[in-house]
């Protein structure tokens, strides 16, 4: 797994969405003027969608050319491969400018796009969302990876280099229908709402049913995605506490043999 770099963006509007890494990194500034919105907003409640993207690169061995050398796919997708097409209306990945048609824009779920090539160069990923979301998009950066980091060793077209970051789109003061329309979503964290509150009848989602949504949970390269559910997280993080114990034993154990071994030179000079 690799963290691409982020680019800041200019977040003066409190409810624009933001990238729960990028929290500590920018001052919230107030903006005066309000603007109007399509339902009533939620105060002091944030939502999040849990994302990952990242490219998977196969090498195409003996079919590899001087200018095709790789097929590569590169993709925004749930954390655990949900569907993110109820709050992401369209994705726009802007690519090299070497490209026919550089700037794709997909407008049903998966969100993914394909090529073959031989460089390594940035992907600029635009997320537009629903009207009841938020009217401003969100870009992301990723640095296409297509050799793997250890560039000596052989490469192999039966395991693709795979190169993903995880984050977290941070919602603030949703929209009422956004939460009403969300609540069951498994992609949505979903917000502890104030006491009392009732959220109203879910509004249709404004997605076209015209439109034939990807089957996520059976993707044809899933087998590769990088897990980040919390189980697989308390799994690494109980194994490193775990390395972390025995190192101490380990360090305890070399510090009684030293103590041992200054009394032993101790006793030796007194005599």
């Known amino acids: 797994m690799s963290t691409s770099s982020l680019k800041k963006q200019d977040q003066s ?3 624009a969405p933001l990238l729960k890494s990028q929290l500590n990194e920018m001052a919230k500034s107030e903006d005066s003027t309000e603007k109007k919105n399509l339902s009533k907003k939620i105060k002091d409640v944030e939502v999040s969608l849990p994302i990952v993207y990242g490219n998977i690169a196969f090498w195409l061995g003996k079919k590899a050319s001087e200018h095709q050398s790789h097929r590569w796919t590169v993709y925004v997708r749930g954390a655990s491969n949900e569907d993110l ?8 990945f802007q690519l090299h400018s070497s490209f026919n048609n550089p700037r794709r ?12 090539g ?3 160069f940035e992907i ?23 050799y793997p980091e250890d560039e000596s060793g052989p490469m192999s077209t039966k395991k693709p280099v795979v190169v993903e970051s995880y ?4 919602f603030p003061e949703p929209s009422e229908a956004f939460l009403a329309r969300v609540q069951n979503n498994p992609a949505i964290n979903f917000p502890r709402l104030p006491a009392g509150y009732t959220l109203p009848h879910p509004v249709p989602a404004e997605v076209d049913s015209k439109k034939k949504r990807g089957d996520i949970k059976d993707h044809s390269l899933s087998q590769w995605f990088t897990s980040f559910s919390e189980a697989d997280e308390l799994l690494q993080l109980a194994a490193a506490r775990q390395q972390v114990h025995v190192h101490i034993a ?3 154990r070399q510090l009684r043999l030293l103590d041992g071994q200054n009394q032993l030179s101790k006793s030796v000079s007194d005599q």
């Open 13 to 15: 509007d409190l409810n």
């Open 85 to 92: 097409g109820e709050v992401v209306k369209s994705v726009v």
């Open 105 to 116: 824009i997909l407008e049903t779920p998966p969100f993914e796009l394909s090529e073959s």
């Open 118 to 120: 031989w460089g390594e």
């Open 124 to 146: 600029v990923i635009t997320l537009y969302f629903h009207n009841d979301v938020c009217d401003k998009p969100l870009s992301l950066y990723h640095h296409l990876k297509l």
């Open 167 to 170: 984050d977290e789109i941070v």
């Open 250 to 252: 380990k360090l305890k």
